[in-house]
């Protein structure tokens, strides 16, 4: 017989567990790179309307389902949809595994440039440290040492661990990101990363690829798609108003990832590097790990404190996160096999641990299984999970409870209709651009 299910200890404690899971390497890394891909404010503006539009119906769904079901992902789907449904569950966990295992690879960089940098420095030839770094034993090594940091908060438990972990650093990276925004302000020259940042190319706003990206990052940045707010919202007790929560979340989120841009592009205009973030020799995805460590060596004094300071952010961001992946496989383990807590967290966590090696060794591996669990995965997952509940649910409102059952009638509406042709929509382009990965990498 299993314990009695644990809960969030009340006020704040779901809050900022939930954003601790949104906010991640998404917001600081994802998004900037994303940002600069796909021309500024653009992708910005298309960001806030499939937020809107697509990812607050999809975050209120999980929730509706975990807190109604008190259970995880596969048992909550059978509790409403019968066996049938179950497989959606199973692609959640799938999904977890995926991320988790690349996610964790790129948690180890920004463990490792945060360790070195406060300890010696940011190296001047940054480009060719990040090639040392990002692929390679020692990349596995320091992958391997970020998941046992994971495993080791989430074995401790909802409360004492999860929980524990989300007040003591959600605040402190708050803290962090602004106070560097604010350092970022004062360079001279931070004024053209601003107008870079919030330039819009509007023609762009049509662009099917970058709408693609902007739904991707969206369900990525709010931990959508892949049951981690269910997990989370199964631990919840019943006053709670979720409308409410996901809204918070929701704004939680974008303020970070804004914020984060406000130290990003100003530094980089500031020390005249923004030219290499937009595909240099490493594709925007490593850039960030090489444009701005050099920024942090051309900065004198300054350098390793504002680049150390940074690179903790992003690792606190980091584990955070990979706390609430971890945490869908380890609460289906507890529920569906019955094994304890300690047992699920070590056991899940050195497969997928395994699965990350090929990462560590291969950026390329990296960047497809970033195409495939990050984005496709998510987008299909957020696809048949409207569907469920906005068709298969008796009566999703009823479960939301609470008053405004106008504004729920346009949720349900929404996840019935519009959502799901969004991202099937998306599934697809998202489909085409990751097969294009398969391709490069094969031949
Ligand atoms: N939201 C996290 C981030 O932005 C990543 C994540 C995705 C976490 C999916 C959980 C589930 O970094």
Redesign the pocket.
Known sequence: MNAPREHWSGGLGFTLAAVG???????MW?FSYMAAENGGGAFVVLYVVMTLLIGLPVMLAEFTLGRGAARSPIEAIGHYGGSRWKPLGVLFVVTGFT?LGY?SVIAGWAVRYAVEGLAFGFPADAGAHFGEISEGWDTVAWHLGFMAITVFVVSGGVRAGIERAAILLMPALGAMIIGLAIYANSLEGAGAGYAYYFQTDFIQILDFDVARDAAGQAF????LG?G?MLTYASYLSREHDLPQEAGLIAISDFGIAVVAGLVIFPLLFALGLETQIMGGETGTLGALFVVLPKAFSSMGAAGPFVGGAFMVALSVAAVT?AM??LEVVVATAVDGLGWSRPKAAIVSGAAIALLGIPAALDIGILELMDSVGGALF?LVGGFFLALFVGWRVPDPIAEVGGTRRAGLGLWRFLLRWVVPSVLLLMSYFQGQASLELIRKLAG
């Open positions: 899971s949104a906010v991640g390497l998404g917001n994802r991320i996610y990525f940045s709010l931990s892949m981690t996160s609430s992946l998510l």
